[in-house]
């Protein structure tokens, strides 16, 4: 029973981790881009009655709205299946690319062990490169079946970008997989708790810069994401999913979104660490937990409390500027997201001083630590693709293959052979 | 503007230091017809990241740029800035010149001043002035509009019909300037409404 | 449940490898042979062969096929330039000449494993088809094959620089 529940549980857990990331960067892209460049950005859609508008983040919502009651269009000269086929394909392929994440060390709960990930298997990158390659897909046969000439110039200029990237991504991960010895993710996470020289943790980063670049250069490609974004290009041509609207184009801007935030993970797992917390491995924790919670537990409250200060701050300014509802929104956030978390933060805290933690508790509390160090790590990478894109402008297309093949593809092919040869000398 | 020398020096007919006729002229159009002898400062000091062999990483160049645009990320965001402005609630200042909605004149009694001499629905550029004409009782005004309408969605604003009205009779001093509306009918502009909906405190 | 899955894999195997002959559509062909080899995947994997299903996706459906698709849409390979081709007699028999004895063997091969397959799981190893038996396995007892294979790769390659670079 326990066992059917944990394979039910834990590909929905995985699932919703990364479905709640794609409002959040969706979010991230509005606002961050909007500061970047000196604007507002989205704060006009606010829930009635409560005037809440949480920094733009109800334009979600609203959006939601919009897609799901347009019009479904399907264009005369459109290949009705594959049509209707491509955005499906392009979601899947980015939902199933998850599946080997590791989110936090191996869970023991009294007896049982069960591995924080939705498919318990030790196929790691492979399994990663097998499904994401299958993306290709949804934009070729978008392009395609739209039966018009941009998409399909959208679609062939994709195709032939994210096959030449997917070389070099593929050879910049061999360094690592070398150095490791494994392609499991959960094992090179493992590995990477250890020191280099006693200092530094052993990350991927340190041991393959040349790697990890490459990795994040191939990584944007793949996703299709600016400065390659060869793809859509809406400057120049408005891409694979131009004749696409409502839930049809929701399906594919989810799947850019659900891809990013996969390959930031992925990004997280082999060269940052993944769940790992600097200098802290998974026995330390377990063996601290009750310290770890106070640290943790603390760190809520002193950042709500922070956060809630911020708000008060901007309520001032804020019921000035608003003569409707929205004029008390700064107070109802400071409460909501500020105040009201630090206290229970703090009761809480008073609670773990009192007790002592037993049985499978300390596991628990590991986990939660380490799961909340992945997320931090991702959605600082998934903040990363977003920072790039709207700082640096598009490539030219010979530019992009010429980086592909001619740059890059030795750099790692380079990078692989010096990294084979360290291992050989050194171990 | 490029500062040149007197083009005499080219031809070279005297070896005596003339003194420098200082010509601004424009930036040439093609550099080949630059004149020889034109002064620029020296060249800059690469800044680390444009310097040859680190440009050809791209890598310097894009943390340089990440850096940019995360700074005024932070700039925004932990001060609070708004560096635009918030439209419907908050207005935008409005220099006393600007060519905003028209109004029409009133005489000291509260007619209109206008005399349908039909001169500035002539003048306009887009053709967005209509006006019909009709007696009035009074015998010593020879004609008035009884229908004065102005399509706002048309008009170009470039203030014609001001310049051509021969009484002062239509001014573009309102400040006030068309925003959104629900249908296009609402942006012709009737006679009463160009009267009368005009903000206080106008010059007369 | 297995068994479930072994039939939904192979019915979808089949039917749209028949569907890659029958379409006329080069592009609709092309996808049906990839269905047809994401669903062999799902087979292999079916048999404790992780790895090989794996890179079943990997190098087929997501590398190989990806590659004809572009190639299709690039020569924009529509049904409408195509010339029609009649399925004569003559042609159908030619077929069934080629087609016959491949059949036969398969049957023959098939036959030979039937009813055996139960057997032959039980007494695997524990680690059969997992990637540390697999790589083992290719780099000792099949180190020189396996270098054999990938020279002629190599020579691959240089064959398509070399033809791509007509003038020296
Ligand atoms: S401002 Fe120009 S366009 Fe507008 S009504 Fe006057 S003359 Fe016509
Ligand atoms: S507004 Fe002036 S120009 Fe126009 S019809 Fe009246 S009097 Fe003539």
Redesign the interface.
């Known amino acids: 029973m326990t066992e059917a529940l944990v394979l039910i549980l834990r590909p929905l857990g995985a699932l919703g981790f990364f479905m709640t990331l794609i409002p959040i960067m969706i979010w991230f892209e509005r606002k961050g881009c909007a500061f970047i460049q000196d604007r507002v950005g989205p704060n006009r859609a606010f829930i009635p009655g409560l005037g809440l508008r949480l920094a733009g983040f109800v334009h979600n919502l609203a959006d939601v709205v919009k897609l799901v009651t347009k019009e479904d269009f399907i264009p005369a000269f459109a290949h009705r299946g594959l049509y209707i086929a491509a955005p499906m394909l392009s979601m899947a392929a980015a939902l199933l690319t998850y599946a080997v994440i590791p989110f936090a060390d191996d869970l023991t709960l009294g007896s049982v062990t069960f591995a924080l990930r939705a498919v318990d298997t030790d196929l790691g990158i492979l399994f990663i490169f097998a499904f994401s390659s299958l993306a290709v897909y949804g934009v070729v046969l978008a392009g395609y079946a739209s039966g018009s000439k941009y998409p399909l110039l959208g679609g062939i200029r994709g195709t032939a970008q994210m096959i030449s990237y997917e070389v070099s991504l593929g050879l910049s991960v061999m360094g690592i997989v070398l150095i490791f010895g494994t392609v499991d993710l959960n094992e090179i996470c493992r590995v990477q708790g250890q020191l280099l020289f006693g200092v530094v943790p052993k990350w991927g980063v340190f041991l393959q810069p040349v790697g990890f670049m490459l990795y994040l250069f191939a990584a944007f490609a793949e996703t299709n994401r600016s400065p390659f974004d060869m793809v859509e290009g809406e400057s120049e041509i408005v891409g694979f999913h131009t004749e696409y609207s409502g839930t049809k184009f929701a399906l594919f801007f989810m799947g850019e979104y659900v891809a990013m935030a996969i390959q930031a993970a992925v990004i997280v797992t082999l060269f940052f660490g993944g769940w790992q917390i600097p200098w802290l491995p998974t026995s330390a924790l377990i063996e601290n937990a009750s310290q770890v919670l106070v640290v943790l537990l603390g760190a809520i409250a002193v950042g709500a409390l922070g956060f809630g200060v911020l708000l008060l701050r901007f309520h001032r300014w804020n019921k000035v500027r608003w003569q409707d509802e929205r004029k008390r929104e700064g107070i109802i956030l400071a409460i909501l997201l500020g105040f009201g978390p630090a206290i229970t933060a703090l009761l809480g805290l008073t609670i773990v001083l009192s007790t002592d933690l037993s049985g499978s508790v300390p596991n628990v509390v590991a986990s939660v630590a380490q799961f909340l160090a992945f997320s931090v790590k991702v959605l600082f990478f998934c903040w990363v693709f977003i920072w790039v894109r709207w700082t640096l402008p598009r490539f030219r297309y010979d530019q992009v293959m010429f980086l592909g093949w001619k740059v890059m593809l030795p750099l790692g092919l380079l990078n692989l052979v010096v990294t084979a040869g360290l291992r050989l000398l050194w171990l | 503007m490029i500062e040149t020398v007197d083009q005499s020096d080219a031809r070279g007919t005297s070896s005596q230091k003339r003194k420098r006729e200082v010509v601004y002229v424009s930036a040439p159009l093609d550099l080949r017809d630059a004149p020889e002898t034109f002064h620029t400062s020296a060249p800059p000091r690469l800044r680390w990241w444009r310097r040859p062999l680190l440009r050809l990483l791209y890598?310097p160049a894009?943390i340089a740029?990440?850096g940019?645009?995360?700074g005024?990320?932070l700039k925004?965001?932990i001060l609070?800035?708004?560096?635009?402005i918030?439209f419907p609630?908050?207005k935008p200042f409005i220099p006393k010149r600007f060519r905003s909605r028209h109004r029409l004149m009133q005489k000291d009694d509260g007619s209109v001043r206008c005399t349908a001499c039909m001169c500035c629905a002539t003048a306009c550029p887009s053709g967005c002035i209509y006006i019909v004409a009709h007696e009035v009782e009074d015998p010593e005004v020879e004609k008035a509009p009884r229908v004065f309408d102005i399509d706002g969605l048309k008009c170009v604003y470039c203030g014609f019909c001001v310049e051509a009205c021969p009484c002062d009779a239509i001014r573009m001093d309102t400040g006030v300037y068309p925003e959104a509306e629900i249908k296009r009918g609402n942006f012709v502009w009737n006679m009463d409404k160009l009267m009368h909906d005009i903000p206080d405190n106008l010059p007369e | 449940m297995e068994s479930l899955l072994f039939w939904f894999f192979s019915v979808i195997a089949v039917v749209s490898a028949v569907l890659m002959v029958c379409f006329r559509n080069p592009l609709m062909g092309a996808l049906s042979l990839a269905i047809s080899f994401l669903a062999t995947a799902g087979l292999f994997a079916l048999m404790t062969g992780p790895f090989v299903a794996i890179m079943q996706v990997l190098v087929y459906a997501g590398a190989i096929m990806v590659l004809v698709i572009f190639v299709i849409m690039l020569l924009r390979a529509d049904e409408a330039s195509l010339d029609r081709e009649r399925i004569g007699p003559f042609r159908f028999a030619l077929g069934a000449l080629i087609g016959l004895p491949f059949g036969g063997f398969l049957l023959v091969a098939v036959g030979n494993f039937g009813g055996k397959v139960e057997a032959a799981t039980s007494a695997l190893p524990p680690d059969f088809g997992s990637m540390k038996s697999f790589g083992r396995m290719l780099f000792n007892q099949y180190m020189y094959p396996f270098e054999i294979v990938s020279i002629l790769l190599l020579v691959a390659i240089i064959g398509v620089v070399v033809l791509a670079k007509r003038d020296f």
């Open positions: 890598v894009i740029g990440m940019i645009t995360i005024h990320l925004n965001l609070l800035r708004q560096p635009t918030s609630e908050i």
